[in-house]
């Protein structure tokens, strides 16, 4: 069944999982940093939470937005 969901919505959905995977990527980080690879594994799992959480405010913003933040 499709879902009428207000795009707002979907964006503070997506935000939020970014959050968690942000918070899952720091408890990851704080249980590897006895091994060597921690800090680069929280680094991929981080950019990747920015990512995903820019492209879905990019998917939002609006052309007036835009302009207003490119002054």
């Keep these: 069944m499709l879902s009428?969901?207000?795009p707002v919505e979907?964006?503070?959905r997506d935000l939020h999982a970014?959050?968690?995977d942000l918070r899952t990527g720091?408890?990851?980080a704080a249980r590897s940093r006895r091994t060597t690879g921690g800090a680069q594994a929280l680094?991929?799992?981080?950019?990747?939470?920015?990512?995903?959480?820019?492209?879905?405010?990019a998917a939002g913003a609006s052309?007036?937005?835009?302009?207003?933040?490119?002054?």
């Design 4 to 6: 009428m969901t207000h």
């Design 10 to 12: 979907d964006r503070i």
């Design 18 to 20: 970014s959050a968690d």
């Design 26 to 28: 720091r408890i990851l």
């Design 43 to 57: 680094r991929v799992r981080i950019g990747r939470a920015l990512i995903v959480a820019g492209a879905a405010l």
């Design 63 to 71: 052309p007036t937005t835009a302009t207003r933040a490119s002054r």
